[in-house]
């Protein structure tokens, strides 16, 4: 069965400064990546995902992720953090089944954002 | 705005209440889904349905019962049910089987008193 990890509850980073979420998974075959954020009170925007090619992926709002078979491991990044980037951010691994799709959550990494 | 619209957005309940989620899109998604979100937990996924017919039920208390009318409307019925379950229920479309979740609803944040 697949899992993730995301080993930081809360990171807390300058603004202007770069940003790096981790995310560590498990799953048996070639994974269906994605990294979600989460305002206050609101649901999920899908930031970005992976499914195939390029391992570097470009998202919105600035954000890129890289995936590392070797590691495992589907890393967010910022260059330059705003603090309209304070937010939850969760990683997914996705199971691709033959009636519908299923979506596996890390527990996700707060983000705070310090002027 | 997603897309996706749910309602109420928020709802306190007593534990002998019957209440139900309700939940619509007009994206043209053809797969819809409940998720439950409590505190520092991960998200959980509750219940699937394609083409209107449930896929899966992920293990979820019988107090909790999802209708899929149509492939634009999700409900959730709510009947006795527990403290624990107070915590921010999603509802969420895709265009089934593939690709992934695209949009998620705000989410409707449930307190059972």
């Known amino acids: 069965a697949q899992s993730v990890t995301q080993p930081d509850i809360h990171i807390t980073v300058s603004e202007g400064a770069s940003l790096e979420l981790r995310c560590n998974y498990s799953?048996?075959?070639?994974?269906?990546l994605f990294w979600y954020v989460q305002s206050p009170g609101q649901g999920l925007q899908l930031l970005l995902k992976y499914f195939s090619g390029d391992t570097l992926v470009q998202g919105i709002k600035g954000f890129e992720a890289e995936f590392k078979r070797s590691q495992s491991s589907f890393n967010l990044r910022k260059p330059s953090v705003h603090w309209s980037d304070a937010a939850e951010y969760f990683c997914a691994v996705g199971a691709k089944k033959e009636y519908g799709n299923k979506l596996v959550f890390g527990a996700g990494t707060i983000l705070r954002v310090k002027s | 705005e997603t897309g996706v619209t749910q309602t109420p957005r928020h709802l306190v309940m007593g534990m002998t209440n019957k209440k139900s989620l309700k939940c619509e899109q007009h994206l043209g998604h053809n797969a819809m889904y409940w998720y439950k979100q409590s505190a520092k937990k991960p998200l959980e996924l509750m219940f699937v349905?394609?083409?209107?017919?449930?896929?899966e039920n992920n293990s979820v208390p019988s107090r909790f019962s999802p209708e899929c009318p149509n492939s634009s409307h999700l409900f959730l019925h709510l009947h006795t049910l527990q403290p624990e379950d107070s915590a921010l229920y999603l509802c969420a479309s895709s265009q089934a089987p593939g690709p992934f979740l695209e949009k998620f609803g705000q989410g409707t944040r449930l307190t059972v008193v």
């Open positions: 349905y394609n083409f209107k017919e449930q896929t």
């Open positions: 799953y048996g075959a070639t994974p269906y």
